[in-house]
């Protein structure tokens, strides 16, 4: 099983590249040009709450105890796969906004 210190190091990454991700994303629309921005704040919002979310959730892995995160790590994976999806989702709409401009 891998450890508290293994799994909040991924968390970390993957945090990590969905913020590049949004950035990389920002960019693109900004190039786009004007049609693609007027949609970008609402999905830059739902994309930043996704990250924030998942950093909430890295803040209660770092603030459990070994034998504490064996117990809860049914419900991180389960809430970070759910993080995962909305962000990956939210990524894909803003990309086909982008496209149909």
Known sequence: METKDKYRKKIQEQLA???????????????????VMKNLPDQIKILEKKIEE???????????NEEAFVALREGFDSAWKSLASGFSEAKEKFKWEKEEE
Not at 17 to 35: C, F, I, N, S, Y
Not at 54 to 64: C, F, H, I, P, W
């Open 17 to 35: 590249r969905w913020k590049e991700e949004l950035k990389e994303l920002k960019q693109e629309a900004q190039e786009a040009g004007v049609e």
């Open 54 to 64: 998942g950093s909430a959730k890295l803040n209660e892995l770092v603030d459990t």
